[in-house]
T-cell receptor
Framework: QQQVKQSPQSLIVQKGGISIINCAYE??????FPWYQQFPGKGPALLIAIRPDVSEKKEGRFTISFNKSAKQFSLHIMDSQPGDSATYFC??????????FGGGTRVLVKP | KAGVTQTPRYLIKTRGQQVTLSCSPI?????VSWYQQTPGQGLQFLFEYFSETQRNKGNFPGRFSGRQFSNSRSEMNVSTLELGDSALYLC?????????????FGQGTRLTVV
């Protein structure tokens, strides 16, 4: 079953705009919510992560918003740059190191 | 500090053959996980090894297997290859198995089955 639903599948944003990607999960046992960024030909790289006892976390231009009651979390990319053009994956983690990923969002930032 | 190293980067195999992929984790990392990435199914967890023991396994057939050596290096093997096994196979290393351990991914091995 699909435990993490990610939307949208793709996104086009103008340089300087805001990119918003949403994820919804089903299992309340998940306890760690990372976002990964992947460029073509590369493996995913951790971008930012949040714990469920925090509602928001900001690192530079990247912000995670977390809504525990709705079982949803989102990534906001502020002041989007062409170098942010990549595929973004949300993920959830329960025990151990098993990551369950969302389907991915391809972001294209137009100059 | 060197990152996660996966070899080979590219591989072409014929249906029915078997293949072995290798992963060297970041120095000091003891946990290695494997993922399959395809356009249709996305990123899917295969299995995780810690201290030479398989700790977790995804929903893949028994043709997919792995092992970890005492130096934490890991290999995964796929036997009786099928066309649908064509994918990017990613290895991720973590320091330990804590719930909030960061997983660092290698660049992957692109397997094409013809």
């Amino acid at each position: 079953q699909q435990q993490v639903k990610q939307s949208p599948q793709s996104l086009i944003v103008q340089k300087g705009g805001i990119s918003i990607i949403n994820c919804a999960y089903e299992n309340t046992a998940f306890d760690y919510f990372p976002w990964y960024q992947q460029f073509p030909g590369k493996g995913p790289a951790l971008l930012i992560a949040i714990r469920p006892d925090v509602s928001e976390k900001k690192e530079g231009r990247f912000t995670i918003s977390f809504n525990k009651s709705a079982k949803q979390f989102s990534l906001h990319i502020m002041d989007s740059q062409p170098g942010d053009s990549a595929t973004y994956f949300c993920a959830v983690k329960a025990a151990g190191n098993k990551l369950t990923f969302g389907g991915g969002t391809r972001v294209l930032v137009k100059p | 500090k060197a990152g996660v190293t996966q070899t080979p980067r590219y591989l072409i195999k014929t249906r029915g053959q078997q293949v072995t992929l290798s992963c060297s984790p970041i120095s000091g990392h003891r946990s290695v996980s494997w993922y399959q990435q395809t356009p249709g199914q996305g990123l899917q967890f295969l299995f995780e090894y810690f201290s030479e023991t398989q700790r977790n396994k995804g929903n893949f057939p028994g043709r997919f297997s792995g092992r970890q050596f005492s130096n934490s290096r890991s290999e995964m093997n796929v036997s009786t290859l099928e066309l649908g096994d064509s994918a990017l196979y990613l290895c991720a290393s973590s320091l330990s198995t804590g719930q909030r351990e960061v997983a660092f991914f290698g660049q992957g091995t692109r397997l094409t089955v013809v």
